[in-house]
């Protein structure tokens, strides 16, 4: 699986849209991004996923460039339950047993 | 759904001694995974299981031990306690590519 890379922190105003992005330059074509975010000791909890087409759910939206060497989480309306470690994924495939492996990740800090 | 649930949510142990975490979802998954997680680190698997019966090791499987006789359980065995092994230790499960975790057990080895 493809390495990632995150910046270690970020903050990000009560209300604005925090933008969270990713490094992942060495992609394969098989291979999804996925995002988790663990909020304070709690167990991760699964955000998002891509392969190559931007994707939307109720949480958030993930933005993967064209050549798919980077992506952007969005947050589009951040609350202060949104401060967590996010961490970004890489792996080849949907199926099967999903053996995340998880870096450092981005400690994101929502300010009121 | 309780969703996964695990036990202890706190565990003190002596260099030596040896101890089962337990886990449990009642999703009915196939996949279950053992993660630990030091401070300040991101996840490390231990060992996964993709069906009753299959186990295979993960990235950082030395000094466990796992079992999988039920679709629901993956009890984690620590045998001989050493202080490397003082972390918080995440189960998790999963049937397609979303993973579902537990709340933690916080073990230290003193």
């Known amino acids: 699986d493809a390495k990632t890379t995150q910046p270690t922190s970020m903050d990000c105003a009560e209300g604005r849209a925090a933008n969270l992005p990713c490094n992942h330059s060495t992609i394969s074509g098989n291979e999804y991004v996925y995002w988790y975010r663990q909020i304070h000791s709690q167990g991760p909890q699964y955000i998002i996923h891509g392969l190559k087409n931007n994707e939307t759910n109720e949480m958030a939206s993930l933005i993967i460039t064209e050549d798919r060497k980077s992506s952007t989480l969005i947050l589009p309306h951040a609350t202060l339950r949104d401060t967590a470690v996010y961490y970004c994924?890489?792996?080849?495939?949907?199926?099967?047993?999903?053996?995340?492996?998880f870096g450092q990740g981005t400690r994101l800090t929502i300010n009121p | 759904n309780a969703g996964v649930t695990q036990t202890p949510k706190f565990r003190i142990l002596k260099i030596g001694q040896s101890m089962t975490l337990q886990c449990a979802q009642d999703m009915n998954h196939n996949y279950m995974y053992w993660y630990r997680q030091d401070p300040g680190m991101g996840l490390k698997l231990i060992y996964y299981?993709?069906?009753?019966?299959?186990?295979d090791k993960g990235e950082v499987p030395n000094g466990y031990n796992v079992s999988r006789s039920t679709t629901e359980d993956f009890p984690l065995r620590l045998e001989l306690a050493a202080p490397s092994q003082t972390s918080v230790y995440f189960c998790a499960s999963s049937r397609g590519y979303e993973q579902y975790f537990g709340p933690g057990t916080r073990l230290t080895v003193t």
């Open positions: 299981s993709v069906g009753a019966g299959i186990t």
């Open positions: 994924i890489v792996r080849v495939s949907l199926q099967g047993a999903q053996k995340l492996v």
